[in-house]
């Protein structure tokens, strides 16, 4: 646990705990689909995007018009995606709400990541 005092030396406030977890082989496993859904998402949010951007410079009478930074994760749950459905909803969300803080705030266009091989330690 960490408290921070302030600058006059004062009452600190509780910034967080920090721990570790030891996840079993079969935790592990769920983590690690996980993580990988999310990219997936992130992914597909980034290539929906570019798509917008080819579309608009293509379509002039498109020009000036917003593209829509939505944090919406179900159009990408296809028939040939049924296994995001197993994963929980906060999971998944999170890699549209990552997508939307890398356009916004970070200044830095999002790329379209690469395939990860997630291990645990």
Known sequence: MEIRTNARGGEGILNG??????PDAEQQQILLRWIGCQRLIYNAKVQEDRYYRRFQRRMVGTAG??????????????DKTVFLKQVPSQILRNGAVKFRQAVCHEGNWPVHGPELNYTMR
């Open 65 to 78: 018009e917003d593209i829509p930074l939505d944090q919406q994760y179900s159009r990408f749950i296809t």
């Open 17 to 22: 705990y920090k721990f570790r977890l030891y």
